[in-house]
């Protein structure tokens, strides 16, 4: 077994997270089966235990402090008022500014701009940075923003105006808000201003507890957390308000999804050249990483688990960074990885994955935007009936929807490569469907 030498947390020892017993224990037990034997053996321990110390979960230093005084008129504590009780999540909080590395999609992967025709995104579609930059992005980007919602993932200052005010927020002018709002996703985002109470996690996203109400529950807090952005949603049209297609675990499937989505007759746009009413997939993270087929998520690793490390200051605190990074990026959360996959090169795991599944998007995306332009020809040509068109459009609304699930998930794969696969196939499936039916 390869021992990883890392930096210089006293605490932890080998046992990674040991302490969060039951459902790890189980994953663990479960993992020697499948990954050979990733544990130290009595030989090794004695090594180990010199060379393999770093902190888990189990050593965080949880505290409780009195919620700072706040200045600001709305409330909401800001990361800076909360600086001072927590210096070391205050200061890996900040660092998600060194995430400022962008793909433009539409360059890369050409087949988008004409799927997207008619959309926002065929204009301008970049990949995504981190949280401090999300205020800067939505205030640059070009697409069309009218109204405030689309601030709902972006600043706590809205959310809190949402709390205050309730659905009526949601149709306010961009323009009107955006310039009162100053705080990127911050710790009232998580946290409302509760973080003084061992970083207790609190949903502060309306349409979660009303879209999932009860169900929350059974969803773990560090992955709800951050399902309330990341994750499908949709702007109800009769008041604009920002709304989740789900109410469960179970219904928040692709197929469950585009279910309710007909049963509502929701398009996000029509498209002008083929006629078809289109859906546009946000960024299923939540949905992907619970769905069927996930690995992970039948183990009870939670978001966090994989996207904050646990690190240690100079003085010797135990914190859970608040940098939210890819698992590649982070010794110290490849270390956890160890537990289950043993000395498998991760980095190079997840390429793999990723890599395949990047082509088979590269096969469907061209293939519909082959259909694409086939039905824009069928549309103009008056050799169809307009039935005939509405069913090749049915199956073009299909074949995009399941496409676009799996293409915007960020992860490309890695979260749960059994349902992006079963998203290509099934809308490659119905992209041969709509073939069928050309004269
Ligand atoms: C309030 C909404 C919101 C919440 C809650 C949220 N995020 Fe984000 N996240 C975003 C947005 C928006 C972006 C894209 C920012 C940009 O590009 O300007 C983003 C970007 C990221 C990125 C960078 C992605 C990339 O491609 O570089 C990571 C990683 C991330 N989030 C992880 C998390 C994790 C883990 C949680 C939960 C602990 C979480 N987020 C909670 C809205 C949110
Ligand atoms: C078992 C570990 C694991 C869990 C649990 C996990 N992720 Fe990931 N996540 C990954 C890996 C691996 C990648 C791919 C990283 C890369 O490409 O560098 C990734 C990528 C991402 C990205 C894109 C980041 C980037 O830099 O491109 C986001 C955003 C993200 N995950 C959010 C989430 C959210 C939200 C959850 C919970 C619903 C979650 N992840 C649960 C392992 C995990
Ligand atoms: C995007 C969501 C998100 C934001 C923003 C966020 N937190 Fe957290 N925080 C979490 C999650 C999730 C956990 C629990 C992680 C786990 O279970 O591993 C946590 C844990 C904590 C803890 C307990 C662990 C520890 O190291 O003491 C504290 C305290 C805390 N956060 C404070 C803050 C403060 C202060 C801010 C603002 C500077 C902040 N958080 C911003 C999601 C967030
Ligand atoms: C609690 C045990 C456990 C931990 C911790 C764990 N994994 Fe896994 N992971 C598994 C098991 C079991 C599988 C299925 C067998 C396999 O593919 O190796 C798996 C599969 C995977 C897959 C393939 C998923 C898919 O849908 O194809 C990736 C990628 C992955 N793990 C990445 C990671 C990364 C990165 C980490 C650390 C950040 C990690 N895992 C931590 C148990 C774990």
């Known amino acids: ?13 080998l046992e990674i997270m040991k302490g969060k017993t039951l459902k790890l224990a189980l994953a663990f037990l479960l993992s020697l089966s499948l990954v050979g034997c990733s544990s130290n053996t009595s030989d090794d321990t004695q090594e180990a235990e010199e060379t393999t110390t770093f902190a888990t979960r189990d ?10 005084e706040t200045e600001r008129e709305n409330g909401v504590i800001s990361a800076d008022e909360w600086a001072e009780s927590f210096p070391e999540i ?54 069309p923003h009218a109204l405030a919602n689309c601030l709902t993932c972006k600043t706590a200052d809205y959310t809190a105006l949402v709390n205050a005010l309730g659905k009526d927020a949601y149709s306010m002018a961009f323009d009107e808000v955006s310039s009162t709002v100053s705080e990127n996703v911050g710790c009232y985002t998580c946290h409302e201003n509760q973080a003084g109470n061992e970083g207790q996690l609190v949903v502060t996203h309306d349409y979660i507890i009303e879209g999932l109400g009860d169900n929350m529950d059974s969803i773990d807090d560090a992955v709800l957390s951050c399902g309330q952005c990341h ?76 996207h904050m490390a646990v690190e240690t200051s100079e003085s010797g605190t135990v914190y859970i960074s608040h940098n939210l990074v890819s698992p590649l990026d982070s010794e110290a959360i490849l270390n956890t990885c160890t537990q289950c996959h043993g000395d498998t090169d991760m980095v190079a795991k997840v390429e793999a994955i ?37 069913a090749i459009r049915d199956l073009y609304r299909s074949a995009q929807w399941y496409f676009d699930f799996d293409y915007v998930e960020n992860s490309e794969g890695a979260h749960n490569s059994t349902l992006a696969n079963y998203c290509l196939d099934t809308s490659e499936d119905y992209i041969e469907q709509a073939n069928a039916l050309f004269k």
């Open 1 to 13: 077994m390869e021992i990883f030498t890392c930096y210089n947390s006293v605490k932890g020892g």
């Open 59 to 68: 050593d965080v230093d949880y505290v409780t402090v009195d919620a700072p």
């Open 90 to 143: 205050y200061e890996s909080y900040m660092m998600t500014s060194d995430n400022n590395y962008t793909t433009d999609y539409l360059a890369q992967d050409e087949y988008l701009t004409n799927i997207y025709e008619g959309y926002g995104f065929a204009k301008d579609y970049n990949s995504a940075q981190g949280h401090s930059y999300c205020l800067d992005d939505v205030n640059n980007t070009e697409r």
């Open 231 to 306: 994750i499908e949603y949709y702007f109800n049209p009769s008041d604009k308000a920002t709304s989740i297609p789900y109410s469960s675990v179970e219904t928040m499937s692709p197929d469950a999804i585009l279910e309710y989505y007909n049963s509502i007759d929701f398009a996000d746009w029509t498209q002008e050249s083929t006629g078809a009413k289109l859906l546009k997939a946000q960024h299923p993270e939540m949905e992907t990483y619970l769905g069927e087929g996930s690995v992970h998520a039948s183990m009870g690793l939670s978001c966090a688990d994989c």
């Open 354 to 390: 990723q890599e395949k599944i990047t082509a088979r998007e590269t096969e469907v995306g061209t293939a519909l935007s082959e259909l694409k332009d086939k039905l824009a020809e069928a549309n103009t040509s008056g050799n169809y009936t307009e039935e005939e068109l509405d």
